[in-house]
């Protein structure tokens, strides 16, 4: 469904991290961003019909805590209303729009577009001040990458604004992989560790940007697909962003408000710094945020209080940085949550200033984060991940002990906990939720 829409969309024409510095064998980067504002966790949403382009509409966007829409045509009338109302646009149609399909076409991009296709887009282009970036290709094969790379350095040339958007395969894209020849398949190599790790290495953007939908896949892929990703932006200094379903591949099923939370605050345990949505009108799949007549469905108010949570979080969250990320209570009937993903339970957690971190059978995610400016700054992230599917609404009792006294911030805001003796801490807490944890 997806890339049907890509295609008609091209044919309508309608911050480094400072976690490292790059690894030796990766891309150096060349991605701006001029207008998007990187130091605050950026919260986006896939396709915005024609119905929907109102000033009534667009302030709705901005009320619903939306801070950029993919894949908008240079419609100067909507983008006015974007400026108005502070909400970005990343763009289709100014430069070919392509999508790396299932592996028929692979290694093929600069033959069917060569540079000067995007240089000639380029000229013709009359920039908006509320226009942050250009998009050029989705879920590419590996074997474009190292042509990718060459065009991503002058894309980044040819639009000074504007960063250049690429959106990347999930673990889960179909095709061979060992045994027949994974070129024929969508990622183009044997496994999705090879894919990232060429992708790094090719294309120089200080992101890595890729979209997963649990609903259809499951937690134990989910997992992996945010292991292998984070792991590579904090080898490489890069940024984690992640495209996550707000909308239904099942039409009699409709994403819970808790099924929201999970999707976004199990990505932020990993480290994301983007989130972006699908779909908030129709794309692909069922249940949107938005009927087809403009009107609200019932996934409004609820994509509008996880995102107010997520902002609320992302104000301290992005003070720091992921170090690391631990899967903690993760056994029994839990333990096949993480399965097959690589992820370990760690039985005994102590990374010198918090411990003895237990929510009373509850699994966690947990993301150990360091402060961006060097100082001795240390926080935790952690999401309880044991519904991930909204099946009952649990509260458990979360504890750990500090060597410091902590800062407590919830969806809602500050969390106050007292420091009992010995340093610990309790405090209930919901299954889903996020919860940033701050030394003082």
């Not at 480290?271 to 249940?287: D, K, L, M, R, V």
């Amino acid at each position: 469904m997806k890339r049907t829409l890509i295609g008609a969309l091209a044919l309508l024409a309608i911050v480094i991290s400072p976690v490292a510095a790059a690894a030796q064998d990766a891309a150096p980067f060349v991605t701006k961003h001029t207008r998007m504002d990187r130091t605050r966790l950026n919260v986006g949403a896939y396709i915005l019909q024609g119905n929907a382009r109102s000033e009534a509409h667009v302030k709705d966007i901005a009320d619903c805590g939306i801070d950029f829409m993919m894949y908008m045509n240079n419609d100067t009338a909507t983008l006015n209303l974007f400026q108005k109302y502070n909400v970005g646009a990343l763009l289709v149609g100014v430069v070919p729009l392509w999508w790396g399909g299932f592996g028929d076409n692979a290694g093929t991009l600069e033959t069917q577009h060569p540079i000067s296709e995007y240089e000639a887009g380029a000229a013709a282009f009359t920039d908006h001040p509320a226009v942050w970036g250009i998009a050029i290709v989705d879920e590419p094969s590996c074997l474009d990458f190292p042509y990718l790379g060459k065009l991503t350095t002058r894309m980044e040339e040819l639009f000074p604004n504007q960063f250049t958007h690429i959106n990347l395969h999930p673990i889960y894209a179909p095709g061979p992989r060992t045994g027949n020849d994974p070129t024929k398949g969508a990622l183009g190599t044997d496994s999705y560790q090879d894919y990232i790790d060429r992708y790094c290495k090719y294309v120089p953007t200080d992101f890595i940007s890729y979209d997963f939908y649990y609903q259809n896949e499951g937690v134990q892929k989910d997992y992996a697909n945010m292991r292998i990703v984070s792991e590579a932006c904090r080898r490489t200094g890069r940024s984690m962003w992640v495209t996550v379903q707000v909308n239904s591949a099942k039409l009699e099923e409709w994403i819970s408000e808790n099924q929201l939370r999970f999707q976004a605050f199990s990505a932020m345990a990993f480290g994301a710094e983007n989130i972006t949505w699908a779909c908030y009108c129709f794309g692909w799949w069922y249940n949107q945020v938005l009927w087809g007549d403009g009107s609200k469905t019932q996934q409004y108010d609820k994509l509008k209080k996880v995102n107010a949570e997520i902002h609320t979080l992302g104000d301290r969250y992005m003070k720091y940085h992921n170090d690391s990320t631990y899967c903690i209570g993760f056994t029994d009937l839990a333990a096949t949550m993480i399965e097959g993903s690589g992820m370990e339970n760690t039985a005994s957690y102590n990374d010198g200033i918090f411990s003895e971190i237990d929510a009373g059978g509850c699994p966690l995610l947990v993301g150990r984060m360091s402060a961006r400016d060097g100082r001795r700054g240390r926080a935790l992230f952690i999401c309880p991940a044991g519904d991930p599917y909204d099946i009952g609404d649990l509260t458990f009792t979360l504890r750990f002990k500090s060597r410091r006294r902590v800062r407590i911030t919830g969806g809602d805001g500050p969390i106050a906990v007292k420091r009992q003796c010995g340093g610990r801490y309790s405090l209930q807490i919901k299954s889903n939720q996020g919860l940033l944890i701050e030394t003082k």
